[in-house]
């Protein structure tokens, strides 16, 4: 026999696990039992700094003391559909195999048709997210998910229509049911030979919109939210090939008062994560701004963050693109060859040297997020007003390092010299 479980019933369990399991990488500093509808983390927005002085943030309140993310989600969670187990296996012909699209480190992901929640008109389509709950971790992000894309609501981030939690005699369900982006994730069209590649200036769109998204996080709402994992697959892409940003379950509040970090063990993607969150733990927004830049060079170069595969020196994408500056006559040799030459070579060099920004092993000499935005909306920029020279300066360049350079000293630097076929373009 199962039920449904409510979100307090969760959190006392999890709270009972907790006294027994020393699993979780945060600590707790909440106290005390939140109303019964909303999915309190209490571990999970825990910090060394003390959270009851958190700074007003711009938007979203005119209330001088700023609320805590489950202070906000109380106010939304009747927003979210409380979706029965039954619904969701009618909704995926019981979880069907044929309608699974993707899967992640925390679950696998369907299609499905729901009902419109009025119960009028055609099915919605949407992802369901079934989450492999095999440890307190997993409890712990899908109520951050929950509560996190509870409360926030921007055209860069994907929205959460509901959740089913139940607790069965043998195992539990948690399940999160999105709104459908049809064309895959950033990744996917960045590196999968599979999935046509996208043009230059999609890939600009791509950027900013996700650019604005995480500037919502950081700088418009009453928190500060470190939104923690991006990366390309995070990014998910709508009809139009519009970016929002999805998995909340890393996701917490920014550190309090006018401290700079948040102090918590690392949690994360290998390959994204900044340099002073992974060896000290000092988590901020500016560890966001570092993940940005590393996926700045994905979408220069067509390279992952992180290829195993290759010889040492190039595994890593931003220690190799280290030896191609972006002022420096070798800099086009890094762009993607799926490109085909058809970038701005102008734009190209400047978001090079915004990656670089981002990338600065001091995280306060980073950009903030609104600069990242500015910059690259002056990319899009040089990408509109680009004369055929900005593109043709940009194959002469790369023909002008050829004729200087031999095959053997293209692969030393971990160039391929065969040409690669080019899918046809997504759109332009
Ligand atoms: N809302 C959605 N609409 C359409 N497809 C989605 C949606 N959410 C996820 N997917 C698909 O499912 C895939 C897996 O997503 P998921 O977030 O579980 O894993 P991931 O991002 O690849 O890895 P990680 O677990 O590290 O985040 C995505 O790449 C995407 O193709
Ligand atoms: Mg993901």
């Known amino acids: 026999m199962s039920f449904k479980t409510s979100f307090s019933q969760i959190l006392e369990e999890i709270s009972k696990m907790m006294k027994c399991f020393h699993i979780f990488k945060d600590k707790s500093s909440r106290s005390g039992r939140e109303a019964r509808s ?32 489950p202070e906000m989600y109380r106010e939304k969670a009747h927003n979210l559909v409380a979706f029965s187990l039954s619904e969701l296996r009618e909704a995926t012909n019981n979880f069907n ?15 499905g048709k729901i009902r419109p929640p009025d119960g009028k008109g055609d099915h ?6 079934k989450l492999n709950i095999y440890g307190l971790q997993g409890h712990k992000e899908w109520v951050a998910e929950v509560q996190f894309l509870g409360v926030v609501e921007h055209p860069n981030l994907v929205k959460l229509l509901g959740y089913c939690a139940v607790d069965g005699e043998r195992r539990i369900q948690r399940i999160l049911v999105y709104e459908y982006l049809p064309n895959k994730s950033l990744e996917d069209h960045l590196f999968n030979r599979n999935v ?19 500037a919502y996080l950081h700088e418009g709402l009453e928190v500060q939210v470190i939104y923690r994992d991006f990366k390309s697959s995070n990014v998910l892409l709508d009809k139009d090939f519009n970016p929002k940003l999805s998995d909340f379950g890393l996701a917490r509040e920014g550190p309090a008062g006018d401290r700079s970090h948040v102090s918590t063990a690392p949690v994360g993607t290998y390959g994204y994560a900044a340099p002073e969150y992974v060896s000290e733990g000092h988590l901020s927004t500016r560890s966001d701004i570092y993940s940005f830049g590393v996926v700045l060079y994905e979408i220069l170069t067509g390279r992952r963050a992180l290829e195993r595969d290759r010889p040492p020196m190039q595994q890593k994408l931003i220690e190799w693109v280290k030896q191609f500056p972006a002022d420096s006559m070798k800099f086009t040799m890094i762009i993607d060859p799926r490109l085909r030459n058809q970038y701005s070579l102008n734009a190209a060099r400047r978001i090079a040297k915004l990656a670089d920004r981002c990338l600065n092993k001091n995280a306060r000499e980073r950009p903030t997020i609104t600069q990242v935005v500015e910059v690259l909306q002056q990319a899009i920029q040089d990408s509109e007003d680009a004369s055929p020279s900005d593109t043709r300066d940009a194959e002469a360049s790369t023909s002008r390092s050829s004729r200087v350079m031999t095959n053997n000293q293209f692969k030393k630097m971990g160039i391929n010299t065969t040409t690669r076929q080019t899918s046809h373009a997504a759109q332009a």
Do not use: C
């Not at 700094?49 to 805590?68: D, I, L, M, Q, V």
């Open 196 to 214: 046509p590649a996208i043009p230059w200036r999609t890939r600009l769109n791509i950027i900013l919109g996700a650019a604005q998204g995480m």
């Open 97 to 111: 195999k044929l309608l699974k699209i993707g899967v992640g480190g925390f679950g696998s992901v369907y299609k």
């Open 38 to 69: 909303a999915p309190e983390l209490r571990d999970h927005n825990k910090s060394k700094t003390n959270s009851s002085s958190r700074p007003t943030k711009s938007a979203g309140s005119s209330s001088s003391t700023p609320r805590s993310i």
């Open 124 to 129: 919605v389509i949407v992802a369901i997210k």
